[in-house]
């Protein structure tokens, strides 16, 4: 996050003495990225965040490959996937390559006698069903329906639902989720024409200092495993922090389209960029204003990408029989395009309600059981239907 942020107490200049009122050295701690050339942030604990009491017996979340090689067009029902307890639990992986993970989950409630690290990968949690916050040691950040969540690789959190029936779109990303380079000027600063601005981010707030000791499990995910580390101090000590390493939030309903005389291709949906792969946000919108645009898109050749479109809310424009939670893959290597009618149905039509999120990953991504286990048969023979519905749900 390009953004510096600041919360809390901190000294006067980083690296000198910081004490507590009693002459107590506070325990500053560097969380830094990509060696020491990333962005960083110099946190300030009550105790060294190295006390470990126990280490437990790791397990795999390892995800089991169905099909390691595709080029099918395929869907899957997201809201199939049934609800579990614990957050943890309810993660299921669906889609997979060395640069992001893609999953779901479906959890009841949040992490309720553990907190969570994922020492591999970024996350970016979409919200479709639920609201609560999320609790980290930078401070808390509330959610709601639509609003994405980054959390930094290395960010020890917990996540509290104050809804039982939730559903979240999960990318792990092998490297860090960066707001697309050309929305930002030389300084990192959202440009005019970028479609959200830094008004609309969600930073940490209410800093909670926990001085505490007993018995805290972090659970560790690192190479697939899940290590369950047992501190001796609360993880969430911190009298302050600043710095550009935090987790933070922005709403798709924050994201203002671009719209155009005529078709205006994805690019102009972008919301996040990776390495490996892109995050693109469609929201409502006017469509194209040329008196002869077609507002539906054309087929198109993704030679070298993947396409992973979950469907949020809305009637979406290209696709017939689409449910809510919904996911199509269309792979990199063959053509895909609007169902039958949709293109002349998009013809006259001034706005489209259409939500959904879109991931891009630039290698193709491997399909795992727990997807075979959502997915739509025969989607791949679905452009030979007749027009239906457009959304049931
Ligand atoms: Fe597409």
């Given at each position: 996050m390009?953004?510096?942020?600041?919360?809390?107490?901190?000294?006067?200049?980083?690296h000198?003495?910081?004490?507590?009122?009693?002459?107590?050295?506070?325990?500053?701690?560097?969380?830094?990225?990509?060696?020491?050339?990333g962005?960083?942030?110099?946190?300030?604990h009550?105790?060294?965040?190295?006390?470990?009491?126990e280490?437990?017996?790791?397990?795999?979340?390892?995800?089991?490959?169905?099909?390691?090689?595709?080029?099918?067009?395929?869907s899957?029902?997201?809201?199939?996937?049934?609800?579990?307890d614990?957050y943890?639990?309810?993660?299921?992986?669906?889609?997979?390559?060395?640069?992001?993970?893609?999953?779901?989950?479906?959890?009841?409630?949040g992490?309720?006698?553990?907190?969570?690290?994922?020492?591999?990968?970024?996350?970016?949690?979409?919200?479709?069903?639920?609201?609560?916050?999320?609790?980290?040691?930078y401070?808390q950040?509330?959610?709601?329906?639509g609003d994405?969540?980054?959390?930094?690789?290395?960010?020890?959190?917990?996540?509290?639902?104050?809804?039982?029936?939730?559903?979240?779109l999960?990318?792990?990303s092998?490297?860090?989720?960066?707001?697309?380079?050309?929305?930002?000027?030389?300084?990192?600063?959202?440009?005019?024409?970028?479609?959200?601005?830094?008004?609309?981010?969600?930073?940490?707030?209410?800093?909670?200092?926990?001085?505490?000791?007993?018995?805290?499990?972090?659970?560790?995910?690192?190479q697939?495993?899940i290590?369950?580390?047992v501190?001796?101090?609360?993880?969430?000590?911190?009298?302050?922090?600043?710095?550009q390493?935090?987790?933070?939030?922005?709403?798709?309903?924050?994201?203002?389209?671009?719209?155009?005389?005529i078709?205006m291709?994805?690019p102009?949906?972008?919301?996040?960029?990776?390495?490996?792969?892109?995050?693109?946000?469609?929201?409502?919108?006017l469509?194209d204003?040329?008196?002869?645009?077609?507002p539906?898109?054309y087929?198109?050749?993704?030679?070298?990408?993947?396409?992973?479109?979950?469907?949020?809310?809305?009637?979406?424009?290209s696709?017939?029989?689409?449910?809510?939670?919904?996911?199509?893959?269309?792979?990199?290597?063959?053509?895909?395009?609007?169902?039958?009618?949709?293109?002349?149905?998009?013809?006259?039509?001034?706005?489209?309600?259409?939500?959904?999120v879109?991931?891009?990953p630039?290698?193709?991504?491997q399909?795992?059981?727990?997807?075979m286990?959502?997915?739509?048969?025969?989607y791949?023979?679905?452009?030979?239907?007749?027009?239906?519905?457009?959304?049931?749900?």
């Open positions: 390009a953004y510096y942020h600041r919360l809390g107490r901190i000294p006067r200049k980083r000198i003495q910081f004490r507590n009122h009693a002459g107590r050295l506070y325990q500053k701690e560097l969380v830094g990225t990509q060696g020491f050339s962005v960083s942030s110099l946190v300030y009550l105790y060294p965040p190295t006390i470990v009491k280490k437990g017996e790791p397990y795999s979340v390892e995800p089991e490959i169905a099909i390691s090689k595709n080029l099918s067009a395929m899957f029902q997201g809201f199939h996937l049934p609800y579990a614990d943890l639990e309810s993660r299921k992986t669906l889609f997979v390559n060395n640069d992001l993970h893609v999953g779901l989950a479906a959890p009841h409630s992490t309720k006698d553990y907190f969570f690290k994922n020492a591999d990968a970024d996350e970016l949690l979409f919200i479709h069903k639920g609201h609560g916050y999320v609790e980290t040691m401070g950040i509330p959610f709601q329906y994405y969540l980054v959390i930094p690789r290395g960010t020890i959190y917990r996540i509290h639902f104050l809804s039982n029936q939730n559903r979240l999960i990318t792990e092998f490297s860090p989720i960066r707001i697309p380079r050309r929305y930002c000027n030389q300084s990192g600063q959202l440009l005019e024409h970028a479609p959200f601005c830094e008004r609309d981010f969600k930073l940490p707030q209410d800093l909670e200092t926990h001085d505490e000791h007993g018995d805290f499990l972090v659970k560790i995910k690192k697939g495993m290590y369950p580390y501190y001796g101090t609360h993880p969430f000590d911190v009298v302050g922090w600043d710095g390493h935090y987790p933070w939030g922005i709403s798709i309903f924050d994201f203002e389209p671009i719209t155009g005389r078709h291709p994805p102009i949906h972008q919301q996040f960029e990776a390495d490996g792969f892109v995050t693109c946000s469609f929201v409502p919108r469509y204003y040329h008196p002869q645009a077609i539906a898109p087929h198109h050749s993704n030679i070298d990408s993947d396409e992973i479109l979950y469907y949020v809310d809305g009637d979406f424009m696709r017939n029989n689409i449910r809510k939670g919904q996911l199509t893959l269309h792979p990199g290597g063959i053509p895909h395009g609007p169902h039958p009618g949709a293109i002349e149905r998009s013809i006259g039509k001034t706005a489209t309600e259409e939500l959904a879109m991931i891009d630039f290698r193709p991504v399909i795992t059981k727990a997807a286990e959502l997915e739509v048969e025969d791949y023979k679905s452009w030979l239907e007749e027009p239906g519905p457009v959304l049931q749900n």
